[in-house]
């Protein structure tokens, strides 16, 4: 199946993505739930879902460069025919623990990198107008045979970033209804990522579990421009079959319709 599509530094880019972090435990919502996302998550459970999602048209994956993960994604273009495009998000303390990370994503065969918000965020100065070392470490990315972004929660990175002319392709944003680990107001992210001429990729559209598929891809849709995309985690096929079916009613504008959850309390809600 095909996906409404955009487009990133050239390349064509599906406008949901899979995100990555239940992949690898990271939950943003207990350390019990981190600990099992880690047991459950065997490298067979995310080629399920990373296959379902490829054949459904999703093309992307944002994630930590690991030699695993692109082992699996390799599979799954053998197996599917669908290539899926690998968003890295290296990190460290300096920026020759970045470029350390920046390498390591290269030989992978990662064509996208966006220095994660660990390190981007770090060196945001507003007051001096610029993030430190901004040029060297996109420039060093571009050395490297990749196309570079920045990952950030705070969107000033992207308002610096765009000001300063800097070689970045597209952001990688964290966006979400309820403002999880969102910097600012919702409106003023929403300002912010409908301002910039170069797509976003919105991220933790469900706040980590927080707000419901229906609600939470409904409002991130809404407010993005129509060329941004949105990359989510998803726990399962089951639960990557309902999220890509969501998303799609959002870009087409067409009213969500998902099944209720019926319980004994909802008894008197549903139709006679």
């Known amino acids: 199946m095909t996906f409404p599509m955009t487009t990133i ?16 435990g990271f939950s943003h919502f207990s350390g019990a739930r981190d600990q099992w996302l880690r047991e ?10 990373m296959a379902y999602c490829a054949e ?33 998000t290296p990190a460290g303390q300096t920026l020759e623990d970045l470029k350390k990370g920046v390498r390591e994503a290269a030989d992978l ?24 070392e901004a040029p060297e470490a996109l420039a060093y990315i571009r050395e490297c045979g990749m196309i570079p972004g920045w990952s950030t929660h705070r969107p000033e990175a992207v308002t610096l970033s765009d000001r300063n002319g800097y070689d970045c392709e597209s952001y990688i944003q964290i966006f979400n209804a309820v403002g999880f ?15 910039t001429p170069k797509p976003v990729i919105s991220i933790k559209p469900l706040g980590s579990g927080r707000v419901m598929p229906p609600t939470g ?52 809600l549903a139709a006679a």
């Not at 994630?63 to 495009?85: F, P, S």
């Not at 995309?229 to 399962?236: L, N, Q």
């Open 217 to 268: 891809l409904n409002f991130v849709y809404s407010h993005i421009k129509p060329i941004d995309t949105v990359a989510i985690g998803m726990m399962s096929v089951q639960e990557a079959k309902e999220d890509i079916a969501i998303a799609r009613q959002c870009i087409e504008r067409q009213p969500v319709q998902v099944e209720l959850q019926k319980t004994r309390s909802k008894a008197t």
């Open 56 to 88: 459904q048209g999703l093309n992307c994956t944002v994630a930590l460069q690991r030699k695993d993960y692109a082992d699996i994604m390799d599979e799954v273009e053998r197996n599917t025919g669908v290539k899926i495009h690998y968003i890295a």
């Open 109 to 132: 065969g990662c064509e996208f990198c966006f220095p994660h918000t660990s390190w981007t965020d770090a060196r945001i100065v507003a007051a001096e107008n610029k993030i430190i």
């Open 181 to 195: 680990l969102c910097a600012v107001e919702t409106d003023w992210t929403a300002n912010v990522i409908r301002n």
């Open 40 to 49: 459950h998550f065997t490298d067979e459970r995310i080629y399920e879902v």
């Open 9 to 24: 530094g050239g390349i064509e880019m599906s406008r949901l993505m899979i995100g990555s972090n239940t992949f690898h």
